[in-house]
Structure formats: C-alpha cells, structure tokens
C-alpha cells in the first residue's frame, strides 16, 4: 500500500519537475497567464503582459494610477483592482522563476520603478539590434510595447527565436531591393 502510494507520489511530481524546468531554465520561456480576469480587464487594448516582466513595485504604482494610464482611461472597480494587483505581485518578476525575469531585474537600479517594460534596460538591450523600420517606422508594429505582433508564441509564454516573425518587415525589405 505505502510503496503504491510512493509511485503515484514520484510519478505525479516528476512530470511537474520537468515542466517547471523548461519554463524557469530558458530564456525565451515566460511563465503563461493563466488569470482570465486579467486577460479580460488587462488584454483588451494590447497584449495581457505576464506578470514577471515588471518587479513588485512597478505593478503597484501602475495599478494605483490606472485612470491615467499612459493616456488611456483603464480604471477598475476597487474590488477588482485589489485583485488583479494580487494576482501580479504573487507572480511578479521579483517572485517568478522566469530566468528572462531575473536577467530584467539585475539591470534595474533598485530605486527605480519603471511602468514599462520596454525601457528597462536588460529589455532595450535585447531588442536595440531591430531596425528602426522594423518597428516604429513599421504601421504593423507602431512600438515594441506590442510583443505579440513579433512574438508569436506570446500568449503562451514562448518568446523563442523560430517564433519571431516580425509583420510587414519582410515586405519592406523586399520594397528596399526591387525595381
Ligand atoms: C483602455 C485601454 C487599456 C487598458 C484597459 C489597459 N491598458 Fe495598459 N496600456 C494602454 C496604452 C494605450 C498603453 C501604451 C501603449 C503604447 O505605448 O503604445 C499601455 C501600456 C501598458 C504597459 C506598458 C507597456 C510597455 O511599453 O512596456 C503596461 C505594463 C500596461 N499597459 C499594463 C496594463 C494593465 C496591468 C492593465 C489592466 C489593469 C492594462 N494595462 C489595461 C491602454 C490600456
Ligand atoms: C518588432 C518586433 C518585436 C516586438 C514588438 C517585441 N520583440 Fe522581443 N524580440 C524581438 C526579436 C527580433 C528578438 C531576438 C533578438 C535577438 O536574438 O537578437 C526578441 C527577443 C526577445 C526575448 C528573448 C530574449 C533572450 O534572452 O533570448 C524576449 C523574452 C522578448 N523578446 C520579449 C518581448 C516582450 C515581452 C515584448 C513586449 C513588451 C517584446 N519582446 C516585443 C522582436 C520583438
């Protein structure tokens, strides 16, 4: 009876290990949304961003000021705020295993509380080899603050280099080399 229960013990947590591994281990994997509440109230006007790309403190100040938020209306109930504001802290960069997460935190001066995650440095770093046409100059991306558009694994949390597909870049290219 013990070494039967022992086996289902080991058999379900082995799985878990691995999972976990392939998600904390690489780089290009991020921890998915898994909060419907927050794909709804927080994914309707650009891409529900995973909780682990900003630190503790940038979430709470984000979500104490959301009725002006970066020029846009996004204030919630305050019932609702609490709890999406729990739901990222508990899966903050600070507190995820996301590897991406930790390498966004180490560029970070402490003292500082960025509300996007497209100026810390680690992040602008990783992208400062994109052309400019490929991005702002590009009506199908208007800025990097939009992940999915390049990222097409973004929903699921798969950052990973075959799934880049930059839209409308390839086009422009081929505008830049025909006659
Ligand atoms: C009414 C539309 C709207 C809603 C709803 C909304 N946002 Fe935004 N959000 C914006 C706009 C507009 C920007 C700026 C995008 C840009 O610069 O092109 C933005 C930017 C952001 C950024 C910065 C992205 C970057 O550049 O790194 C974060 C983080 C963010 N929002 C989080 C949230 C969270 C969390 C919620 C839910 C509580 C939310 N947003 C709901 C409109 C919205
Ligand atoms: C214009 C297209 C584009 C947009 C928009 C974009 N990225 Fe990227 N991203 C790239 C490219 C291209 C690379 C690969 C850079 C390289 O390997 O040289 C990359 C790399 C990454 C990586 C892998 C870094 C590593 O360590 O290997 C992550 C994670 C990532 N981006 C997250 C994001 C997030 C989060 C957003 C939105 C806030 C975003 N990206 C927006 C094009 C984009």
Same mark, same amino acid.
């Given at each position: 009876?013990?070494?039967?229960?022992?086996?289902?013990?080991?058999?379900? #947590?082995?799985?878990?290990?691995? $999972?976990?591994?392939?998600?904390?281990?690489? $780089?290009?994997?991020?921890?998915?949304?898994?909060?419907?509440?927050?794909?709804? =109230?927080?994914?309707?006007?650009?891409?529900?961003?995973?909780?682990?790309?900003?630190?503790?403190?940038?979430? &709470?100040?984000?979500?104490?000021?959301?009725? @002006?938020?970066?020029? @846009?209306?996004? %204030?919630?109930?305050?019932? %609702?705020?609490?709890?999406?504001?729990?739901?990222?802290?508990?899966?903050?960069? $600070?507190?995820?295993?996301?590897?991406?997460?930790?390498?966004?935190?180490?560029?970070?001066?402490?003292? %500082?509380?960025?509300?996007?995650?497209?100026?810390?440095?680690?992040? #602008?770093? =990783?992208?400062?080899?994109?052309?400019?046409?490929?991005?702002?100059?590009?009506?199908?991306?208007?800025?990097?603050?939009?992940?999915?558009?390049?990222?097409?694994?973004?929903?699921?949390?798969?950052?990973? %280099?075959?799934?880049? &597909?930059?839209?409308?870049? =390839?086009?422009?290219?081929? $505008?830049?080399?025909?006659?």
């Amino acid at each position: 009876m013990k070494i039967l229960s022992i086996l289902i013990l080991v058999c379900m #947590v082995f799985p878990a290990y691995a $999972d976990d591994d392939s998600s904390s281990g690489d $780089d290009n994997q991020i921890t998915a949304v898994d909060n419907k509440q927050y794909l709804n =109230e927080c994914g309707s006007c650009h891409f529900a961003y995973q909780p682990s790309l900003l630190p503790i403190r940038s979430w &709470k100040k984000l979500m104490l000021q959301l009725a @002006d938020h970066f020029g @846009d209306n996004a %204030e919630l109930a305050a019932e %609702e705020q609490k709890q999406l504001t729990d739901y990222l802290v508990a899966n903050s960069a $600070d507190l995820s295993p996301d590897k991406f997460a930790k390498k966004l935190l180490q560029g970070l001066a402490k003292d %500082e509380t960025p509300l996007r995650i497209t100026i810390i440095p680690y992040f #602008v770093h =990783e992208h400062d080899k994109i052309p400019k046409k490929a991005i702002g100059d590009n009506p199908e991306v208007k800025s990097l603050s939009y992940c999915n558009k390049c990222h097409t694994g973004a929903e699921t949390g798969n950052y990973s %280099e075959n799934s880049i &597909k930059i839209p409308g870049y =390839e086009r422009l290219n081929d $505008d830049n080399s025909s006659h």
